[in-house]
T-cell receptor, first 114, second 114 residues
Framework: QKEVEQDPGPLSVPEGAIVSLNCTYS??????FMWYRQYSRKGPELLMY????GNKEDGRFTAQVDKSSKYISLFIRDSQPSDSATYLC??????????????FGKGTKLSVKP | EPEVTQTPSHQVTQMGQEVILRCVPI?????FYWYRQILGQKVEFLVS??????SEKSEIFDDQFSVERPDGSNFTLKIRSTKLEDSAMYFC????WGAGNTIYFGEGSWLTVV
């Protein structure tokens, strides 16, 4: 079983739609969860991070973590064409190593149509 | 906003040659990382570096690879005797002490081995 599973899409939605992106994981040691946005041939750009179960909101973005189900989500409200990118979930344990060894999902490619 | 800068943005090299990828992490950051993304694949951790030494490395980071911080600003990844399968985007990343888990990535260096 892969450590982090993410539906690669592609996901195509009309402008203004609510987008739901999800990842599941198998390692219960993962405690920190991040969402990155990656444009084609560019570096991952940090959108949000959280370490507790529940919701965290930042503008049009809401990150949701359910540790009991090992399931995380990113919601994008009022999606815009500029949101078109690949969204990567990443996670890591609380302890161990240099705390930089992020485990990434494969990414979901999102296209928002005008 | 401070950013991680990487050079070159794209390098083509002959199989068997050595390449050096360069990074300038964010100036007050203390932890430095290299990640790799083969086209269409996940972003994968290679190595982390703190206090002038490697603190963690993945199984990908074998004797072919080395990292160095030759001065107070640069952080380099050297790949010796390149192979075709080393073709990938290489990302440098950094974070500060006590900055939680906000790891910032550079734009990447695209390496093509022919």
């Amino acid at each position: 079983q892969k450590e982090v599973e993410q539906d690669p899409g592609p996901l195509s939605v009309p402008e203004g739609a609510i987008v739901s992106l999800n990842c599941t994981y198998s390692n219960s040691a993962f405690q920190y969860f991040m969402w990155y946005r990656q444009y084609s041939r560019k570096g991952p750009e940090l959108l949000m991070y959280t370490y507790s179960s529940g919701n965290k909101e930042d503008g049009r973005f809401t990150a949701q973590v359910d540790k009991s189900s090992k399931y995380i989500s990113l919601f994008i409200r009022d999606s815009q064409p500029s949101d078109s990118a690949t969204y990567l979930c990443a996670m890591k344990p609380l302890y161990g190593g240099s705390q930089g060894n992020l485990i990434f999902g494969k990414g979901t490619k999102l296209s928002v149509k005008p | 906003e401070p950013e991680v800068t990487q050079t070159p943005s794209h390098q083509v090299t002959q199989m068997g040659q050595e390449v050096i990828l360069r990074c300038v992490p964010i100036s007050n950051h203390l932890y430095f990382y290299w990640y790799r993304q083969i086209l269409g694949q996940k972003v994968e951790f290679l190595v982390s570096f703190y206090n002038n030494e490697i603190s963690e490395k993945s199984e990908i980071f074998d004797d072919q690879f080395s990292v160095e911080r030759p001065d107070g600003s640069n952080f380099t990844l050297k790949i010796r005797s390149t192979k075709l399968e080393d073709s990938a985007m290489y990302f440098c990343a950094s974070r500060n002490w006590g900055a939680g888990n906000t790891i910032y990535f550079g734009e990447g260096s695209w390496l093509t081995v022919v």
